[in-house]
């Protein structure tokens, strides 16, 4: 554990979209701007963040340091408001490499408090009128659960309030539905899909939702033609079929992207899915949903030869690499790890003559084009510049 300190400086971080997922990416502005505090311990450096209002991100990265200045682990966490919290970690491979491994490939989901079950998206069209408790005014949650474009699950919440029955005019057919509005948290949907109404059916199938408008259904859900399953067709042509047998539902996607097992009362027990193209497969274990992306490894990445490691933290030091004479060059592996993406970006950093205040100057040039020109005295870093979209001030 490391304890702040009152002299722990503040730090000003602009960092650029590129080093960040795509699922967020959306969300932020060509260049970031959060604040920061470093907290130093004797091996162990940390970031917490110091938001300064209420749009902007969280962090808290925590890495270890080596004597001579090098990191072999570390973890940090991100997340911008109405986005999952992202995350991602590095440890050292047994053949000196650098294990990277970010949030949302592997790992359990728990639900939220007070959550009725954890529903996967493409679920919900078949589950959410029953697993819901009717009639009840109160707001009810579920722990929702989604694919990113890319492989990648992201968890949150979703909130439902029961407003009213009415009838609901789909192409085929007038329904009576039951009205329900909702909310969401930390799913990462479009701003102008976060919160709004969705319609369930007789059988407690979704049939309309602006959460998902691409899932409108045609009609309600009914028996198939010839057989005891039930059937949803959707206005973009998929359907999704639910068949029961003696242990509880069988689900299915039109297109066989996903296929899952329920319990009687509609709860996730299992399922895969290759909605990605990359399969997925997650199980109930009685507490947590315990999930993976089998076919996809960490990353490695292999640290230059007679270079290091360093985390974007380790350059808020006095000295990155300690030691460095004036004009002396290493190869380094800089590692942000706060982005809540595997980045690893290789480069140089060169020890230049002292500044006419006498503070220490570095230069940083990192693959891709990025140059960055760092200043630092006895406290830490004074200021990073470069000619892209990082930049680093110290505020006190």
Do not use: C
């Amino acid at each position: 554990m490391i304890l702040r300190r009152d002299d722990d400086p503040a730090f000003q971080l602009t960092l650029p979209r590129a080093w960040f997922r795509s699922s967020t990416q959306t969300r932020l502005p060509e260049r970031l701007t959060t604040t920061v505090e470093l907290v130093r311990g004797s091996v162990v450096l940390r970031l917490l963040g110091m938001p300064q209002k209420p749009d902007e991100p969280t962090l808290d990265f925590s890495g270890r340091i080596q004597a001579m200045g090098g990191v072999d682990q570390g973890q940090g966490r991100f997340r911008v408001p109405g986005s999952a919290a992202e995350s991602v970690e590095v440890s050292q491979a047994l053949d000196g490499s650098l294990q990277l491994q970010r949030s949302g490939l592997r790992g359990a989901v728990t639900p939220t408090k007070n959550s009725l079950g954890v529903v996967h998206e493409s679920l919900l069209w078949f589950g959410l009128g029953r697993l819901l408790r009717r009639g009840t005014p109160a707001e009810q949650t579920l722990t929702l659960l989604r694919e990113e474009a890319t492989p990648g699950l992201l968890s949150g919440t979703l909130f439902l309030t029961e407003e009213r029955e009415e009838p609901l005019k789909l192409r085929d057919e007038v329904v009576m539905a039951r009205r329900l509005r909702y909310r969401t948290l930390e799913l990462g949907y479009p701003k102008e899909r976060e919160r709004g109404a969705l319609w369930i059916g007789p059988q407690g199938e979704v049939l309309k939702s602006e959460l998902l408008p691409q899932q409108t259904a045609v009609a309600a859900m009914a028996l198939e033609k010839g057989s005891p399953a039930f059937v949803l067709k959707a206005l973009d042509g998929a359907s999704y079929r639910a068949e029961q047998g003696i242990s509880g539902w069988s689900v299915t996607h039109s297109a066989g992207n996903l296929e899952a097992e329920l319990d009687f009362e509609r709860r996730l027990r299992r399922l895969t899915s290759r909605l990605t193209g990359t399969s997925l497969s997650a199980e109930w274990d009685g507490t947590a949903l315990r999930y993976a992306y089998p076919s996809l490894l960490p990353k490695f990445a292999d640290i230059p030869d007679g270079g290091i490691a360093l985390f974007l933290a380790s350059l808020l030091l006095s000295e990155p690499i300690p030691g460095l004479k004036i004009g002396e060059k290493r190869p380094v592996l800089l590692l942000p790890l706060i982005t809540g993406e595997d980045t690893a970006l290789s480069g140089e950093l060169t020890r230049l003559p002292d500044t006419p205040k006498k503070t220490r100057s570095y230069r940083l040039t990192l693959d891709g084009g990025t140059v960055a020109e760092l200043e630092s005295d006895s406290l830490g870093l004074v200021r990073l510049t470069s000619n892209g979209a990082l930049a680093i001030t110290r505020k006190n």
